[in-house]
């Protein structure tokens, strides 16, 4: 067996055995990257010497016996959109031009306090704003699975250098299904937290209200791994939730004895692809086979998710991304005589056209004579899809359904019909809306080998439920994605 | 429906300078995207519905001065600069 062949936890416990070195696990990484990166296109930037400098540091603490995290001396790779101080942070778009970050996003600070080593940053569509990474200023990120199909996105860069085979695991960023999807597309687990659960300071904004960082990983036990560092209240994040969470990694148990789970029949009706019904509809009666329960659920909003959410996301959007103009930092046009055209003109230069196109929806839909129609319409939209959601979680623990309407498409299609594209995150988004924890975890594979992944959806907080159900199918039925 | 008018203004006002190829571009596939907006919202009733900002609370921190970063290495980033400030083109005549 390889060493990357093995999962974070896995590796965690060779490393406290002193069975491997972080060395040894860090030439491995790298030789890896310097050999598949050339197909994959997953990494932006290595950080290859200040992994070094880190691993050195964490051998030491090995050695000398202290009582350190499961992962300490884990190798881990970032996505591009979360700030690592020293290391150049670009969000895979031209206009952030070479900027490094002075701080640690909270995130990557809790990494280094756990003693992982950050190897890199992934590749990403541009600003978060995508579901294949094809928009991203460095090139398109390629499918491991089949190097002509998109990775998903935004996080594609993370799935696939976990799928890869490049790092065992690594961070994503959610806000519609960015962590979900890729990791369904290619054959890993992703986690997307209860929003609020993980700080948002130094995770570089593309709609406030509804992104989350979270694991992408080889299975679910180092999904739990990952979370129980990275969660938590932080002062510099006025969303963080001011509670205390479970363990997650030992709190998994394998048990869903008396789980009901829900699963949406109506939402298999039209849109998706026979294998993926047919692949995520065998979890629920494996689930049966385990003990569970499914009820059938009406979940009607379905219907009106995705203007919601292209709404109050690209709203959102055109604020957070008004920072952006080549004043403070970042890439500066030449082509300007007063600071109105400087500003437009850097703008104009360094956005790629989905932020622009994003940008002026939303900017449209922000504007006088159009706010009610549209954004206000779209925050009651949400509000009646928390309901909906409320109601569901009355009748049961979790829900069960596709985390996308098909397997991976081929590159270049996508990006063709932008409201297939968006219509594609139909059920991923109502999850950010209504800031739920969502799990992918590979089921199967469809007649042309390209992974699926089912969905669980929990109740706010119940992270630890869904993060469990998963183990549980993991445990009973697959390996994950070793 | 929205006109090139429209879209050159909306690019005004997100600071963007639009060619006329891109602004053609931009009438079309908002154009898409809106009509599809507005199909689905009219089909949804929303009128005895609350907005979901009234029912959020919200933590504020003390007011307490606590230290930031230093101005050098904030300004490490920026294109040009003096010792104290970014520097752009001038602003007031």
Known sequence: ?482 | MITLDTVKYVAELSRLKVDAAFAQQMCSELGDILKYMDTINSTVDTDTVDDICKSEKAYLRNDKIMKSLDRDVLLANAPERTDETPIVPKTVE
């Open chain 1, 1 to 482: 067996m390889g060493i990357l062949d093995y999962t974070a936890v896995e590796l965690g416990a060779l490393l406290k055995a002193k069975e491997i070195s972080c060395r040894e696990i860090l030439d491995e990484v790298y030789s890896k990257i310097s050999h598949k990166d050339i197909e994959l296109n997953a990494f932006i930037t290595l950080s290859r010497d200040k992994a070094y400098e880190q691993a050195e540091k964490v051998q030491k603490r090995i050695l000398s016996g202290k009582d350190l995290s499961p992962l300490a001396g884990v190798p881990i790779a970032i996505k591009d959109n979360i700030c690592t101080a020293g290391i150049r942070t670009t969000c895979a778009s031209e206009i952030l031009g070479e900027f490094t970050p002075p701080y640690n996003a909270t995130a990557v600070e809790k990494l280094y306090k756990n003693d992982l080593v950050i190897v890199g940053k992934t590749n990403m569509d541009e600003f978060a704003m995508g579901s294949t990474s094809e928009t991203s200023h460095f090139g398109a990120v390629k499918n491991p699975c089949n190097l002509s199909c998109v990775p998903g996105g935004s996080s594609g860069g993370s799935a696939a250098a976990v799928a890869g085979g490049e790092v065992v695991c690594a961070l994503g960023s959610d806000t519609g299904g960015s962590i979900r999807q890729p990791a369904s597309y290619c054959g890993v687990t992703g986690f997307k937290p209860t929003y609020g659960s993980v700080s948002r300071y130094g995770l570089i904004a593309y709609a406030s209200s509804l992104d989350q960082i979270g694991p992408i990983a080889k299975d679910v036990r180092d999904c739990a791994a990952i979370m129980d560092c990275i969660v938590g209240y932080d002062t510099h994040d006025s969303t963080s939730l001011h509670q205390k969470y479970p363990e997650f990694l030992s709190g998994l148990n394998a048990s869903v004895k008396g789980l009901k789970i829900g699963v949406p029949h109506k939402w298999y009706e039209k849109g998706v692809d026979f294998s993926v019904k047919e692949k995520t509809l065998k979890v629920a009666r494996e689930f049966e086979s385990l003990g569970a329960t499914v009820v059938d659920l009406d979940l009607d909003f379905i219907d009106y998710v995705i203007p919601t959410y292209y709404i109050i996301a690209t709203a959102e959007a055109s604020s957070n991304l008004s920072r952006f103009d080549g004043v403070k930092y970042g890439y500066r046009s030449t082509d300007f005589r007063t600071v109105d055209e400087l500003i437009s003109a850097t703008r104009s230069e360094g956005f790629g056209k989905e932020v622009q196109k994003r940008i002026m929806l939303g900017t449209f839909v922000l504007s006088s004579g159009y706010y009610d129609a549209y954004y206000k319409k779209a925050l009651k939209m949400k509000r009646m899809i928390v309901d909906g959601f409320d109601r569901a979680f009355k009748q049961c623990d979790i829900i069960l359904c596709p985390v996308a309407p098909t397997t991976a498409p081929k590159i270049g299609c996508a990006l063709k019909d932008a409201m297939k594209m968006y219509l594609s995150d139909i059920y991923t988004v109502s999850v950010n809306l209504a800031g739920l924890p969502g799990l992918s975890v590979p089921c199967g594979y469809d007649t042309d080998g390209m992974p699926v992944g089912v969905q669980f959806i929990g109740k706010k907080n119940g992270d630890l439920t869904v993060l469990n159900a998963g183990y549980a199918y993991q445990t009973a039925f697959s390996k994950g994605n070793k």
